[in-house]
């Protein structure tokens, strides 16, 4: 109970259970120094700011639903009575629905789970609301506590700011209790409580010191004012508790929602300052970071498509909405216009150098056929020049009887095409001018061989004749190997040089389209052949694949089309994942969709935005209404749900609008926006959009802090 002690000719104001009791408070307030007395006036508003934030929650719905209930009666004296409202209902259906917002704008949620689990706050549902009004004291706002119901209170365990007040006070040591719940005695008290108030909240401030210092004092000098103004008018007479209550509510919310307006200006300050580091506007960077979010992208995802595609990316690449800007960027005569024509015509013929070196990382470097050719000649003429000394090194004689046997046998029933040739190849195994003496040598027997490899060259392939020259052909070979084993080496070399410049030509071969039936190869017959290649013969056969790439894609200005033309369609693609690996294949399908998308942008923002041109020069206000959306988003907002707030961004869209709206400023923007879309500065560009993310209306914000002051102090005030 609150009683009214004179000591010494002054009243001093204490709260206490006896007249007794009371009079022993005063005399201990009266024997305070002015300096004790000032300390413990901050500290109690230090305290009552703390738990006017934290039980925001708990009073924030009530607080309005009588304030509506006020409002209810005031607007009956005026209206018709077939127009009259139910005040009490009013009141309750604001309570409802306010209940839940000021919940979800509180962090008091996780700080009452860790009171809760420290035994200070009880836990079982509605136990907080039960108790939120002292027995004898009429309830704040005139609702009274069948008003209020128990309805809205079973729906969460929300405290109150007296059940806050207690929570604290179970676990705050008695002196800090004390020094910390001091009844103001006058006006300097008052105000020391206010200065204590806005200390406390200082730091619920969002972004920066004008969101900390707008958010605090505009609403703290406005409560305080109105509490001078409506504590004379209630005393007065002219008003009575319940509307002086109601003015202050209201006085409370339109102020924290122009403090919050502080954090508007703390985003303002630190967005134009990353945009001018990216070298653009404010509007122009938040623009773009709406474009992002209109196509999915946060400034990080933004940053990754760019590089997947490559150094040459920019942000029209990635979205529509982005390509979009493009277009209308490049509509407009201006600096804007004239970066995007550059970068995307200078980009597009840089097309070749960049198709070149993807061609080059995933199937080699340039091949010549001509130095190609030469050097297996080489290598064969110097792998033959061993045959002298292995002839030399003959381990034993050849035994040829087997094979002029057969072959006298053969010719003994010979007749005409066949005969011929047998008798030649018969011929060659005798020692010239000896008669029908065989040669032993490993040179004669060399020197055979040859022979036969011109008679089956001239022979049908696949005739008779031919079939028997190749089987007379390993019998002598494997008979020569067998006398001189120096040979069977230099005969695998120079074979395997042979099969290395079929391989070439195969590889030449293998990405050609059409010819004759039969000679193309289909995916699963080129790895077939792959399979059976030595590592020497696989890697001539890629150089022919990439000899002949290069030779289709040649150095003209149709490097992507051809491209196109060499590796499109499954039977290709399927050779090179063959070739190189599904990794490499893979690289350079990206790079051709890669530069399908750079082309995409150039005849969609260069080309085909010269349609648009005249549109746009025309007065056609779709592009500024664009630009003024965009413009204003950083503006927007201001960290609470008051009414003030919300008058105050819908007045600075329409401004904003109607600046944005001149010719003049819609292109300048469009030329920032132009700029700013193939600026050589990336990082600086994604810095500014990163910014921009973080400092969006809208985000997660603590409750306004001059209504949480409010809201304590009328606690305080509704029960003396």
Same mark, same amino acid.
Request: net charge neutral.
């Given at each position: ?42 500290? &109690? ?67 009452? +789970? ?67 719940? $001091? ?15 806005? @200390? ?26 109105? *509490?001078?103004?409506? *504590? ?12 002086? &209550? ?12 122009? !403090? ?56 029209? *690449? ?101 005969? +011929? ?32 490899? $011109? ?6 392939? !696949? ?16 008979? @020569? ?58 890697? $001539? ?51 051709? !969709? ?21 549109? +746009? ?31 105050? &961004? ?32 990336? *990082? ?37």
């Amino acid at each position: 109970m609150l009683f009214t002690v004179k000591i010494k000719g002054q009243d001093f104001k204490v709260d206490a259970e006896t007249a007794e009791d009371a009079t022993d408070l005063a005399e201990k307030e009266a024997a305070k120094g002015p300096v004790t007395r000032g300390v413990e006036s901050v500290g &109690t508003g230090l305290r009552s700011a703390g738990e006017g934030a934290l039980g925001i929650t708990g009073s924030g719905g009530p607080m309005l639903g009588g304030a509506a209930r006020w409002g209810a009666q005031q607007a009956n004296k005026v209206l018709p009575k077939s127009l009259e409202m139910d005040p009490q209902g009013v009141g309750q259906s604001v309570t409802d629905a306010a209940d839940p917002v000021f919940r979800h704008l509180s962090p008091l949620t996780t700080i009452v +789970e860790a009171l809760q689990k420290m035994g200070v706050l009880e836990q079982e549902p509605g136990a907080f609301a039960a108790t939120s009004s002292p027995s004898g004291v009429t309830p704040r706002f005139g609702a009274s506590q069948e008003s209020r119901g128990p309805t809205t209170a079973e729906r969460w365990a929300a405290p109150s700011v007296e059940d806050v007040h207690r929570a604290t006070s179970a676990v705050f040591p008695q002196g800090l209790q004390d020094a910390t719940t $001091q009844i103001p005695q006058n006006r300097t008290d008052e105000v020391l409580q206010l200065g204590g108030s806005f @200390l406390g909240l200082g730091p619920l401030g969002k972004n920066g010191p004008i969101g900390a210092a707008t958010r605090v004092a505009t609403p703290t000098a406005a409560v305080g004012g109105t *509490d001078v103004l409506t *504590d004379a008018w209630e005393q007065e007479g002219k008003i009575s508790p319940e509307t002086a &209550t109601a003015i202050k509510t209201f006085v409370g919310m339109g102020a924290a929602g122009l !403090g919050g307006l502080g954090d508007v200006a703390d985003r303002a300050l630190a967005q134009r300052g990353a945009a001018a580091k990216a070298g653009g506007s404010r509007a122009a960077v938040q623009a773009i970071y709406d474009g992002l979010v209109r196509d999915g992208h946060t400034p990080q995802t933004a940053r990754q498509a760019m590089t997947e595609l490559g150094v040459d990316a920019n942000l029209m *690449d990635i979205g529509e909405n982005m390509t979009q800007l493009g277009i209308k960027s490049a509509t407009s005569p201006g600096e804007g216009q004239s970066a995007i024509k550059r970068e995307l015509k200078g980009r597009e013929e840089r097309t070749g150098a960049r198709i070149r070196a993807d061609k080059e990382a995933t199937l080699g470097p340039e091949v010549n056929r001509d130095v190609v050719m030469a050097e297996n000649k080489a290598a064969r003429k110097a792998a033959g020049a061993g045959y002298p000394a292995a002839k030399q090194n003959q381990a034993r004689p050849g035994d040829l009887q087997p094979i002029a046997d057969a072959l006298d046998e053969e010719l003994a029933t010979a007749r005409g095409a066949m005969r +011929e040739p047998l008798q030649r190849v018969r011929d060659s195994l005798d020692i010239p001018g000896k008669g029908h003496n065989l040669d032993p040598t490993a040179s004669g027997m060399h020197a055979m061989r040859e022979a036969l490899d $011109q008679e089956i060259a001239r022979a049908e392939k !696949g005739s008779p004749l031919w079939g028997k020259l190749n089987d007379y052909r390993k019998q002598l070979d494997t008979e @020569l190997k067998e006398a001189a084993p120096d040979i069977r080496a230099l005969d695998e070399e120079v074979s395997g040089l042979h099969k290395q410049r079929e391989a070439f030509e195969g590889g030449e071969g293998a990405l050609k389209k059409g010819g004759q039936p039969g000679t193309v190869k289909s995916p699963e017959e080129f790895k077939a052949t792959w399979d059976a290649m030595t590592e020497p013969e696989r890697r $001539q056969a890629l150089s022919g694949a990439s000899r002949f790439i290069d030779e289709t894609i040649g150095t003209t200005d149709r490097e992507r089309s051809r491209l196109k033309t060499v590796i499109g369609g499954e039977w290709n693609e399927g050779k090179l994942r063959t070739m190189i690996g599904d990794e490499k294949a893979d690289a350079l399908m990206k790079a051709l !969709g890669r530069e399908d998308t750079f082309n995409a942008t150039l005849q969609r923002v260069v080309y085909n935005s010269r349609t648009l041109e005249g549109l +746009e020069q025309g007065g056609k206000p779709s592009l500024t209404r664009g630009m003024g959306d965009a413009a204003i988003g950083g503006f927007a907002g201001g960290g609470t749900t008051g009414a003030v707030t919300a008058a105050s &961004t819908t007045g600075l869209r329409n401004m904003l609008a109607r600046l944005t709206s001149s010719p003049e400023k819609a292109e300048a923007l469009k030329s920032d926006i132009g700029r700013l879309l193939v600026s050589k500065r990336p *990082d600086d560009v994604f810095r500014a959009l990163e910014i921009f993310a973080n400092n969006q209306p809208g985000k997660s914000r603590l409750p306004p802090a001059a209504l949480a002051a409010l809201l304590q102090r009328q606690e305080e005030r509704g029960n003396r």
